[in-house]
């Protein structure tokens, strides 16, 4: 599902919503997820997930081509941890696709 996805199908589930005000709408909380992970905090969405931001310690690597040692910087990454009823919900619905063959 795409951003532009995600619009339509908030639009298409609020009829009070008009396609602007659902584009605001995303906007607004992708943004300000963003800014919560760019400060270091940790998001939660009951029943979804939780995204945190983890550091990637300073290591050596290899240019692939070369064969060179390459040193990597220390980094931060965005993590996300499906929750409980996201993942059991996802491997039932597995579960029933393969039930099918159509999987």
Do not use: C, W
Not at 55 to 66: E, K
């Amino acid at each position: 599902m795409t951003r532009s996805d995600l619009v339509e199908e908030l639009a298409a589930r609020f009829a009070q919503l008009t396609q602007r005000d659902a584009e605001y709408a995303v906007k607004a909380i992708l943004d300000a997820m963003g800014e919560a992970l760019v400060r270091g905090h940790r998001i939660e969405i009951r029943g979804f997930g939780s995204f945190t931001v983890n550091r990637r310690s300073p290591r050596m690597g290899r240019n692939p081509r070369s064969g060179e040692s390459v040193a990597i910087p220390e980094k931060r990454v965005t993590h996300f941890k499906a929750g409980k009823a996201l993942r059991e919900a996802v491997e039932q619905r597995t579960a029933e696709l393969l039930a099918q063959n159509k999987l």
